[in-house]
């Protein structure tokens, strides 16, 4: 990081000096630290100067500009690593005030104006969450760029060999449930546009199938021991440590899915009857009751570690700007810094590892299929059944015998 003697007065920033002591309180309120706050100065420094040069006032900004501003700062060494930044804040900012005029959005591509009708149509009329809209939209709006170029985009010039060859091209770069997500996504926009008499025909049967057997895997998961080893491993002597291991418990407790636990908020913890209310897949919410020894961690958190601030998450980040997780994607990446600071080896390393574990222990347990269903809140048995693949001592007695009397 850049060393920093002072921030300077406010009369060196130029036609920013009236707006500088608003940034500088915003950017203290979302915890950033006292040395960015000074790289963040500097930057505004040098762009207020460049705007008091070329005698250019607030309501003359425009991205051009600040990217013209921006290039001359990190030609010359000035806050090279928080340039960009400083100034997309700054001019969120200045349009919020009302001191800098919004930006006029450009006229969407013939493509564009499909993908967002097609993503109004999946959620005011197949109400879909919005989870799955932004899957499918990320789907159709490649198949589109690598079918169309923007001066000659036409729908109706599609055909099967288009939509197999796309498929062939991307179903492998990803997991298998991404595939499937991949294949569906293609199959729901191509009915939308047969339904809107944008093509002929149903081009949706060109879609092949994708090879993805029932109960072909068996869940990853780890031993009661393992669980305990990698809760043990938490730094609880550190206020990060302790957000970790109470969303490690959480996980490994509850069964909860790392989306699940990013989304869950203050309200959502009924302390006096100990049980905190989820939303999982499909919006649907659930009542889950909330153990005294996972409370008690959450408690201790929520009194003496969880920063300050508006936001009403029950889990925030450690970086600035301080808020709640984007996604479950940050709880996946705790459970993988738990798993090597634990040094425990697992082929999956996610957070559905811990719950896929808790299922895995009740089973062993003497729990049935049903209960498990109801405690993981699945939709379907056939969900639950393929717990039923890690009970090996009940496998075995329906082993058949083998020729010559050995089982």
């Not at 700062?73 to 340039?83: F, I, L, P, S, T």
Request: hydrophobic share 40%; aromatic share 8%; charged share 25%.
């Amino acid at each position: 990081m850049t060393k920093l003697k002072s921030i300077p007065s406010g009369g060196s920033f130029g036609p920013l000096s009236p707006y500088i002591n608003s940034y500088l309180t915003q950017i203290k309120e979302q915890g950033y630290a006292v040395g960015s706050i000074y790289e963040q100065t500097y930057a505004l420094k040098i762009f207020g100067r460049w705007l008091k040069r070329t005698g250019r006032g607030v309501r003359d900004l425009n991205e051009a500009a600040t990217c013209k501003s921006l290039q001359r700062a990190v030609r010359r060494g000035y806050a090279k690593n928080a340039g960009w930044s400083t100034l997309r804040r700054l001019t969120a900012m200045l349009r919020q005030m009302g001191a800098m005029p919004a930006t006029i959005p450009a006229r969407p591509s013939p493509s564009e104006q499909l993908t967002c009708a097609y993503e109004r149509f999946l959620l005011r009329e197949r109400n879909l969450s919005c989870k799955t809209v932004v899957w499918h939209r990320r789907f159709v709006s490649r198949f589109l760029s690598e079918r169309f170029d923007r001066a000659h985009f036409n729908p109706s010039n599609l055909s099967a060999p288009d939509v197999t060859e796309f498929v062939r091209r991307h179903v492998q770069q990803g997991s298998p449930a991404e595939a499937k997500s991949l294949l569906a996504a293609m199959r729901s926009f191509l009915r939308y546009l047969h339904y809107k008499g944008l093509i002929n025909g149903d081009l949706s049967l060109a879609v092949p199938t994708v090879a993805r057997w029932s109960f072909s895997t068996v869940p990853k998961h780890l031993s009661p021991e393992q669980v305990r080893q990698v809760l043990r491993h938490c730094d609880r002597g550190t206020a990060l440590g302790r957000r970790d291991y109470a969303i490690l418990l959480l996980l490994a407790r509850l069964g909860l899915r790392a989306g699940e636990v990013a989304r869950l908020n203050l309200e959502d913890i009924d302390w006096e009857n100990a049980r905190i209310t989820v939303c999982g897949k499909g919006g649907k919410w659930a009542q889950l009751p909330l153990p005294a020894d996972v409370a008690r961690v959450m408690a201790h958190y929520l009194r003496r570690d969880r920063p300050r601030c508006a936001c009403r998450r029950v889990f925030i980040r450690d970086y600035a700007p301080i808020g709640g997780f984007n996604g479950g994607a940050a709880v996946a990446s705790i459970v993988k810094r738990a798993l090597t600071r634990a040094e425990v080896v697992s082929a999956r390393k996610g957070a559905h590892l811990l719950r896929h574990s808790l299922a895995t222990d009740m089973l062993r347990k003497g729990a049935s299929l049903d209960e498990i269903g109801e405690v993981l809140r699945h939709k379907s048995p056939d969900t639950t059944a393929i717990y039923a693949k890690v009970d090996l001592n009940a496998l075995k007695t329906l082993a058949l015998p083998w020729p010559g009397g050995v089982r």
